[in-house]
T-cell receptor, first 114, second 116 residues
Framework: AQTVTQSQPEMSVQEAETVTLSCTYD???????LFWYKQPPSRQMILVIR??????QNATENRFSVNFQKAAKSFSLKISDSQLGDTAMYFC???????????FGSGTQLTVLP | GAVVSQHPSRVICKSGTSVKIECRSL??????MFWYRQFPKQSLMLMAT?????????EQGVEKDKFLINHASLTLSTLTVTSAHPEDSSFYIC????????????FGEGSRLTVL
C-alpha cells in the first residue's frame, strides 16, 4: 500500500514571499502520478499541479512549482510570490498509473499573512 | 475543464432517517467515481469506488449496508446514508474519472451532512 506523509501541519508566509511545502511518499511502483491539491475554506478541491513519475522535469504552473526527487520519494511544492488567496489546506496525493485511486497526505494548512 | 456537480451541498436530517447525495459528471462520462469522507481539519478518506453498472468496492472499515453507493449511469453516482446517526455527520466528497485527462480526477463541491 502507498503512504503519503506531510510533516508540516501548519505553515505561514508573508504575502509576496516564497514558501515550500514538503511531501514524502512510499511506494514500490514505478509508474505513478503525484498531485498537489488546494482546499480553500469553501472545501472545493482544486488541482494545483500534477507530476508524472516518468518525467524527470519538474512540473510548473505559473507561481507553483514542484521539486520531484524520485529516488528520495520526495515531492515538495514551492509557491512563489504568495498571495492572500493562496491561504488554504494543501494536500499532497499519490495515484498509481494508469487508473489508480488517490491516496492523500494529512494536509498542510497554509496561511498567507498580509 | 471537466465539471462534477454534487448535490445537496448541505443537508440536515434527523437521526434514523436516510439521506441521498448525488454526484454528477456534467460534461464527460465518468467510468469510475470515488466517495470520500472528511472530518474537520483532517484529510480525505476514501470510502468506496464505484464503476458504472457494477457493485461498489468499499474500503476496509466502511459499512456497505450503511453507505449505499449506486452508479447506475456514466454520469451519476449516488451515496445514501441509511439510518443516519450523529456520528455520520461529516463532509462527503465525490470525484470522477473520465474524459480525456489521464491520471486526473475531478472533484465535486462536497456535501455537508449534519445528523441531529
Amino acid at each position: 500500500a502507498q503512504t503519503v506523509t506531510q510533516s508540516q501541519p501548519e505553515m505561514s508566509v508573508q504575502e509576496a514571499e516564497t514558501v515550500t511545502l514538503s511531501c514524502t511518499y512510499d511506494t514500490s511502483e514505478n509508474n505513478y502520478y503525484l498531485f498537489w491539491y488546494k482546499q480553500p475554506p469553501s472545501r472545493q478541491m482544486i488541482l494545483v499541479i500534477r507530476q508524472e513519475a516518468y518525467k524527470q522535469q519538474n512540473a510548473t504552473e505559473n507561481r507553483f512549482s514542484v521539486n520531484f526527487q524520485k529516488a528520495a520519494k520526495s515531492f515538495s511544492l514551492k509557491i512563489s510570490d504568495s498571495q492572500l488567496g493562496d491561504t488554504a489546506m494543501y494536500f499532497c496525493a499519490f495515484m498509481n498509473a494508469p487508473a489508480g485511486q488517490l491516496t492523500f497526505g494529512s494536509g498542510t494548512q497554509l496561511t498567507v499573512l498580509p | 475543464g471537466a465539471v462534477v456537480s454534487q448535490h445537496p451541498s448541505r443537508v440536515i436530517c434527523k437521526s434514523g432517517t436516510s439521506v441521498k447525495i448525488e454526484c454528477r459528471s456534467l460534461d464527460f462520462q465518468a467510468t469510475t467515481m470515488f466517495w470520500y469522507r472528511q472530518f474537520p481539519k483532517q484529510s480525505l478518506m476514501l470510502m468506496a469506488t464505484s464503476n458504472e453498472g457494477s457493485k461498489a468496492t468499499y474500503e476496509q472499515g466502511v459499512e456497505k449496508d450503511k453507505f449505499l453507493i449506486n452508479h447506475a449511469s456514466l454520469t451519476l453516482s449516488t451515496l445514501t446514508v441509511t439510518s443516519a446517526h450523529p456520528e455520520d455527520s461529516s463532509f462527503y466528497i465525490c470525484s470522477a474519472r473520465g474524459g480525456q485527462s489521464a491520471g486526473e480526477l475531478f472533484f465535486g463541491e462536497g456535501s455537508r451532512l449534519t445528523v441531529l
